[in-house]
């Protein structure tokens, strides 16, 4: 199983950058798949995550800026990030809890490679 993550870069603030996740490999179901993001000298942190049943959790700091959305049918999930701010700065982790197959217990978690976002004041 592998994440790819596409996008990140350099923004103004009150810009946007769009984030995308791709899961690929042998995958029963998908738990849970977002966004987690590590800023300057802090600990890494929810961004926004899908959870069973079609919902959404987003960190307080994002909601009403950023909006997560998922494509079942390709295990991608995108981050749409608007209204940047500066400290939205930081590397941002793709995150997903797959299961690999009918047993519950063959869920584990993966961790894609990790992208820049950087927000100009």
């Known amino acids: 199983v592998q994440l790819q993550a596409f996008g990140g870069g350099l923004v103004q603030a009150g810009g946007s950058l769009r984030l995308s996740c791709a899961a690929s490999g042998k995958i029963f179901a998908i738990t849970g798949m977002g966004w987690y993001r590590q800023g300057p000298g802090k600990e890494r942190e929810l961004v926004a995550i899908t959870t069973p049943g079609d919902g959404i959790n987003y960190a307080e700091s994002v909601k009403g800026r950023f909006t997560l959305s998922r494509d079942n049918a390709k295990n991608t999930v995108t981050l749409q990030m608007n209204n940047m701010k500066p400290e939205d700065t930081g590397v941002y982790y793709c995150?997903?809890?797959?299961?690999?197959?009918?047993?519950?217990?063959?869920?584990?978690?993966?961790w894609g490679q990790g992208t820049q976002v950087t927000v100009s004041s």
């Open positions: 995150y997903a809890l797959l299961r690999l197959d009918a047993d519950f217990l063959s869920t584990r978690d993966y």
